[in-house]
RNA sequence: GGGCCUGUAGCUCAACGGUCAGAGCAGGGCGCUCAUAACGCCUUGGUUGCAGGUUCGAAUCCUGCCGGGCCUACCA
């Protein structure tokens, strides 16, 4: 038994995420936690909604509500979205809890005892009508270069070259349109990530099992242009962690807040002492996984996230806590993830182009999402959602490999035997056989699950699926029964004992219906098997079961229709 | 502009210097009838984007070109 430390990158608290969100990092985070739950190892799964930020505050104004409301309000959204698709976290936390605001504050401190802080006098276009500083980004105006009348601040969409605000003809506030601004000096803090390059280089050379996607990521911004630059870790803002030197105040540094960057990932650690507190238990419930001296030695933390997300864990993070000098647990592998795009198009947050979270549940059960979503998870590249496909997946492998095997093994069951497993018969030849063919195709799927190969595993799993269809049709129990009435009762019984073991090894993909099939089966066995041929005479002879309602119904041409229909445009 | 990833059967992908380039879906044929007209078996289908090069041997390594995507540090 191992422990395992896994989190997945934090969704911001901006609205109802999509499924390209979903799948680049909550999903196959759950996946991960779930399999080796299964396998006995101790998992702490943490997640938290990302609260802090300018679209935080934009959001909240937005909907007249007060930030802090807003967040809170949609803390609880995204949880219970969360929950709907069986994302089993151990917390789901919140950036903005006090624990967060602590242990931000503290590695701010160390930090800056070590000499890793300095202070940097900037110039920012502050906007007199909206009250704040604007990031480059929020502030428009016509490119200097091309001409386009909504170029940003820091780049123009039109002729792509990159921008400064002070550059923009007519510039104006993307928030108010208002023009009345002007640039003002402002004091920030900045991490001096240049000063732990190398050691940053040495910790990502010595990760040779990484994702390419990870390290050419970190790579790229370890060596390009200068190196690594120093990073601003305050903003001028209200909704935040307020600089703090540890619990001391910061002096020239009062009504500003950290960067959301900086205590974004710092969230991880916190949320797990938010649990800590959750449950009343002392703070050696959370240290045990996150300090070294402390019992996290013998943790494997691995981390999900989508390719966005990859420069601020693989250098920013890691700045944070080798620069805190302290010994806090770093992690030890990143898996990273491509986009799903939409039907030839991005998904789009902004634009409501794609199936979001709360409307794919209205659709369809949790299973059908998973299921797809998984089998189809951007590893080696960007994938594309499209109805077709969707429907032609969802049908073939899960209502017509497993659902319907689990259908016609019961039916059958029921109608020769009654709802109890029959009993006669022993194994022969094809049975032995059947019990090899699982236990290496059960390696197989072992050892991607083991290696984070999420698509991998995924077919490894319908072909063990596959072989319930594959042996129910060489052992044909409705032929043997008319003259070998025992024969045909232990081949009924193996395929039921199938199903319990296809319950708990589909779990960690289709959680719902795994359950489901152990509640058809009557079992509460879920141990993972360690030997198949044991596994498979674990429902005995007499044992009663009950013939489940159809797993999965089928998307129908109709439905795809009007789907696809439905979400091409804009949300609703 | 620079960098990274990517281009393999109609579609989605695997194979990451070495037996005839594989699998699922789709297409064709046969079988079965327990089952959600489901399942099983067989089968058609590829000058591995293009052009060179290295090698006994290249989808795989190198160079150039063409196409797609992403990143480029004050959105997160």
Redesign the pocket.
């Known amino acids: 038994m191992a422990r395992h430390l896994i989190t997945s990158a934090l969704p911001?608290i901006n609205g109802i995420k999509h499924l390209g969100n979903l799948v680049g990092s909550q999903l196959p985070a759950d996946l991960y936690a779930r399999y080796l739950r299964a396998r006995g190892h101790e998992v702490m799964f943490i997640c938290a909604t990302?609260e802090h930020?300018?679209?935080a505050e934009l959001a909240a104004a937005k909907t007249g509500e007060a930030v802090a409301d807003y967040c809170k309000r949609m803390h609880a959204v995204q949880s219970e979205l969360a929950r709907g698709f069986g994302l089993s976290f151990d917390h789901y936390g919140r950036s903005s809890s006090p624990q967060n605001h602590a242990l931000t504050q503290h590695f701010a401190g160390k930090l800056a005892d070590n000499g890793l802080i300095r202070e940097v006098e900037?110039r920012?276009v502050y906007s007199i009508a909206d009250g704040r500083f604007l990031?480059?980004?929020y502030i428009e105006g016509t490119c200097p270069n091309c001409g386009y009348d909504k170029a940003r601040g820091?780049?123009c969409e039109n002729c792509?070259k990159?921008l400064d605000p002070t550059d923009l003809i007519d510039p104006r506030s993307a928030i108010s349109g208002s023009r009345d601004l002007e640039v003002r000096t402002t004091k920030h803090l900045y991490l001096r990530q240049s000063a732990l390059k190398d050691e940053i280089a040495a910790w990502i050379d010595s990760k040779s099992d990484w994702p390419?996607?990870t390290t050419?990521?970190a790579r790229?911004?370890l060596n390009?242009?200068d190196?690594?630059?120093d990073?601003?870790i305050t903003r001028d803002l209200d909704w935040g962690v307020p600089v703090k030197r540890g619990t001391e105040p910061w002096p020239g540094m009062e009504g500003k807040v950290f960067?959301?960057?900086f205590d974004?990932p710092i969230e991880y650690i916190a949320a797990t002492a938010e649990l800590a507190d959750k449950l009343g238990e002392p703070d050696a419930f959370w240290r045990r996984w996150w300090r070294l001296d402390e019992g996290a030695e013998d943790v494997t933390y691995t981390q999900f996230m989508g390719?966005?997300n990859v420069p601020f864990h693989t250098l920013s993070f890691p700045a944070t806590i080798i620069g805190s000098g302290e010994p806090w647990k770093m992690v030890d592998y990143i898996k990273s993830f491509n986009?799903l795009t939409y039907d030839g198009g991005?998904f789009s947050t902004s634009q409501g182009r794609g199936v979001f979270m709360d409307h794919a549940l209205e659709l369809l059960p949790a299973d059908y999402w998973r299921w797809w979503l998984l089998s189809?998870a951007p590893?080696?590249?960007?994938?594309?959602f499209t109805w077709e496909?969707f429907q032609?997946s969802v049908n073939?492998d899960l209502?017509?490999?497993l659902?319907?095997f689990v259908?016609?093994v019961t039916?059958?069951a029921r109608?020769k035997f009654g709802e109890t497993v029959p009993e006669g018969g022993d194994w022969g030849g094809r049975e032995r056989a059947l019990v090899a063919d699982l236990a290496e195709r059960l390696r197989a799927y072992e050892g991607f699950l083991d290696h984070r190969e999420v698509?991998k595993a995924a077919a490894e799993l319908r072909g063990i699926w596959?072989l319930g269809?594959?042996y129910?049709?060489?052992a044909?129990p409705?032929?043997t029964f008319k003259t070998d009435p025992h024969a045909a009762a232990m081949q009924t019984r193996l395929g039921l004992n199938l199903i319990r073991l296809y319950a708990i090894l589909s779990q960690p993909f289709v959680p719902f219906t795994s359950e489901a099939m152990l509640e058809a089966m009557q079992t509460g066995d879920r141990d993972w098997p360690a030997d198949i041929g044991a596994a498979l005479t674990i429902l005995p002879p007499g044992h009663a079961f009950t013939v489940p309602e159809?797993?999965?119904?089928?998307i129908t041409d109709e439905q795809r229709a009007e789907w696809e229909e439905r979400f091409k445009g804009v949300r609703s």
């Open positions: 911001y990302d930020g300018t679209p900037e920012q990031p480059d980004r820091d780049q792509t990159q390419i996607l050419s990521i790229k911004w390009d242009g190196g690594l630059q990073r601003g960067y959301v960057w974004a390719k966005d986009y991005q189809h590893e080696s590249g960007d994938s594309e496909n032609t073939k209502a017509d490999v659902g319907n259908s016609r039916k059958f109608s698509r596959v269809n594959e129910l049709q060489a044909a409705w032929a159809v797993l999965f119904a089928k």
